[in-house]
């Protein structure tokens, strides 16, 4: 059985509007930094900074 402890799962939210609109999971890796990326929100309808959020 594939472990996946090594995975966390986190959540992406709008800067704007604090609205959850993608889900991702990021391993051991790259757990210590923040992670922050431009992505389309359809509630803004545009492309927003989307912030990592628990
Ligand atoms: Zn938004």
């Known amino acids: 059985m594939a472990k996946r ?3 966390k799962y ?6 704007d509007c ?3 609109n993608y889900r ?3 391993n ?6 923040r992670l922050e990326m431009k992505k389309f929100c359809a509630k803004c ?3 927003t900074l989307h912030k990592e959020t628990k």
Do not use: A, G, P, S
């Not at 986190?10 to 800067?15: D, G, P």
């Not at 051991?28 to 930094?33: A, P």
């Open 28 to 33: 051991k890796r790259i757990l210590k930094t």
């Open 18 to 20: 604090k609205q959850i």
């Open 10 to 15: 986190v959540k992406l939210e709008c800067k």
């Open 5 to 7: 402890t090594e995975d």
């Open 24 to 26: 991702t999971h990021k």
């Open 45 to 47: 309808n545009k492309h």
